[in-house]
Structures are given as structure tokens and as C-alpha cells.
T-cell receptor, first 115, second 112 residues
Framework: AQKVTQAQTEISVVEKEDVTLDCVYE???????LFWYKQPPSGELVFLIR??????QNEISGRYSWNFQKSTSSFNFTITASQVVDSAVYFC????????????FGAGTTVTVRA | SAVISQKPSRDICQRGTSLTIQCQVD?????MFWYRQQPGQSLTLIAT?????????ESGFVIDKFPISRPNLTFSTLTVSNMSPEDSSIYLC?????????FGAGSRLTVL
């Protein structure tokens, strides 16, 4: 069985602060994929990143960065110098190889960035 | 990337009625997927819709409650039947594009 845990329900920060979202996963598969999605107040889910289980290299995309640590089954997400537009619910998700469509989502973390 | 359009974007429905949600994709896809997001909750896969065959439902979801049509490679509908307040959710259509599950904007249903 697969499980994704996002222990932080809500995070509130002031603009320009950094914020890190935790994601811990459980799976018995050796090949799996991890995702982060953003859901702004408009409701649409926006894909942020896909990472396979064999690629532990951290990734940076603008103000976003991801830290994948297989040893601790974690795939954490950091927003640097947060902005009001970053206010959203962020979901971490997991799927096994060959099941790109069947994601196990975490409960989500609501990030509020105050001006 | 694929562009997914859903209608309606939101609706308020009466208990006991049924509502059909439409999903249109701008490219041909073999499989389309329907997810549900209950208020304040995460997303759960309802079913997979393949063109030319019956939909495949996940545990906890049945065809009588959520009938799905897939008449062609770009279109699908999900009906929420005999609605109750517990069906108040966002229903999202999705497709896999470049190994990434891509979602429509969702249809937010409120059942009174």
C-alpha cells in the first residue's frame, strides 16, 4: 500500500520568508514517482514537479526547490522568498511505475503568505 | 500540455437530483480519469474512462452512483446520481500527458 503524509496542515508566513513543506511517503515499490501540485484559491491543480525514485538529485526551479531523501522517505518542498501569489494548498503525491494516473495524494498543506 | 475544459465550473443542486459534468480535452487520449476532492480533503480517484469500454471504478465507487460515458477520444462525462449533501465536492477530470497527470479546473458541486 502507498501512503503520503503531509503533517503540516497550515503554514502562515510573512512575505519574503522561506517556507518548507514536509512530505513523507510509504511504498513497497522500488520504482515509484513523487509529485508536488499546487492548488491556488481558483481550484485548479497545477503540476510542479515529478521525480522518480532513482533520481535523488535535488532540484531548483526559480524560487522553488525540492529535497528528495530516499533514506528517510521524504520529498520536501521549499519556497524561497515567499510571495502572496504562493498562497495555495500544496499536495504531495506518489504513484508506482506504470500507474501514472493513480496518484496517492497527501492531505495537503495550506500555505498563507501575508503581505 | 493538454488543455482540459470542464462544465459546469460550479453548481448548486438539490438533494435527490442528478448532475452531469462534462470534460473536453484538446487532444485525443486513450484514458481519462475522474477524481473527487471533498471539502478540505485530498483527491481520490473515482474511475478510469476508456473509449469504447465500460469505466473501471475504484473501491468505494459504483457505476449506479457515478455513471461515466466516453463516446470519443476527447470527451467524457461523469454523472453524480441521486445526490446528497455528502456528494458536495470538487470533481476533477484528468489525463496523463508526458507522464504527468494533468487536471481540469474542476466542477465544484454543492448539494443542499
Amino acid at each position: 500500500a502507498q501512503k503520503v503524509t503531509q503533517a503540516q496542515t497550515e503554514i502562515s508566513v510573512v512575505e519574503k520568508e522561506d517556507v518548507t513543506l514536509d512530505c513523507v511517503y510509504e511504498t513497497r515499490d522500488t520504482t515509484y514517482y513523487l509529485f508536488w501540485y499546487k492548488q491556488p484559491p481558483s481550484g485548479e491543480l497545477v503540476f510542479l514537479i515529478r521525480r522518480n525514485s532513482f533520481d535523488e538529485q535535488n532540484e531548483i526551479s526559480g524560487r522553488y526547490s525540492w529535497n528528495f531523501q530516499k533514506s528517510t522517505s521524504s520529498f520536501n518542498f521549499t519556497i524561497t522568498a515567499s510571495q502572496v501569489v504562493d498562497s495555495a494548498v500544496y499536495f504531495c503525491a506518489l504513484t508506482q511505475e506504470g500507474y501514472d494516473y493513480k496518484l496517492s495524494f497527501g492531505a495537503g498543506t495550506t500555505v498563507t503568505v501575508r503581505a | 500540455s493538454a488543455v482540459i475544459s470542464q462544465k459546469p465550473s460550479r453548481d448548486i443542486c438539490q438533494r435527490g437530483t442528478s448532475l452531469t459534468i462534462q470534460c473536453q480535452v484538446d487532444s485525443q487520449v486513450t484514458m481519462m480519469f475522474w477524481y473527487r476532492q471533498q471539502p478540505g480533503q485530498s483527491l481520490t480517484l473515482i474511475a478510469t474512462a476508456n473509449q469504447g469500454s465500460e469505466a473501471t471504478y475504484e473501491s468505494g465507487f459504483v457505476i449506479d452512483k457515478f455513471p461515466i460515458s466516453r463516446p470519443n477520444l476527447t470527451f467524457s462525462t461523469l454523472t453524480v446520481s441521486n445526490m446528497s449533501p455528502e456528494d458536495s465536492s470538487i470533481y476533477l477530470c484528468s489525463v496523463v500527458f508526458a507522464n504527468v497527470l494533468t487536471f481540469g479546473a474542476g466542477s465544484r458541486l454543492t448539494v443542499l
